[in-house]
């Protein structure tokens, strides 16, 4: 059974950058053909997608989002990292790591979000 755990601080402060983990356990992340996303929710909205990193380490990101958006892989610790840059109170949400099957386009698991708030 696969699962994925967020982990990072609760609270950063403007202008800083956001860091969070997601430990992947019960399968290791460079299997063919999954795809490791980063969601965000922010309070009273919908989802957004923020990007991804695969099973080959390529990474594509959400273009609103780009300039700011980093992810990376520790395949050692099968982990894989978000960072995310000069935050303002509007990055403040529950944040997700999903796994997306690449043969099927859908997210089959997910982690049970951590909250971030971004405040001084």
């Known amino acids: 059974q696969v699962q994925l755990q967020e982990s990072g601080p609760g609270l950063v402060k403007p202008s800083q950058t956001l860091s969070l983990t997601c430990t992947v356990s019960?399968?290791?992340?460079?299997?063919?053909?999954?795809?490791w996303s980063w969601i965000r929710q922010p309070p009273g909205k919908g989802l957004e997608w923020i990007g991804y990193?695969?099973?080959?380490?390529?990474?594509y990101y959400s273009p609103s989002l780009r300039s700011r958006t980093f992810i990376s892989w520790d395949t050692s610790k099968n982990q894989v990292t978000l960072q995310l840059s000069s935050v303002t109170p509007e990055d403040t949400a529950v944040y997700y790591c999903?796994?997306?099957?690449?043969?099927?386009?859908?997210?089959?698991?997910w982690g049970q979000g951590t909250q971030v708030t971004v405040s001084s």
């Open positions: 999903g796994r997306e099957d690449g043969s099927s386009w859908y997210y089959d698991y």
């Open positions: 019960g399968g290791s992340i460079t299997t063919n053909y999954y795809y």
């Open positions: 990193i695969n099973y080959s380490g390529s990474h």
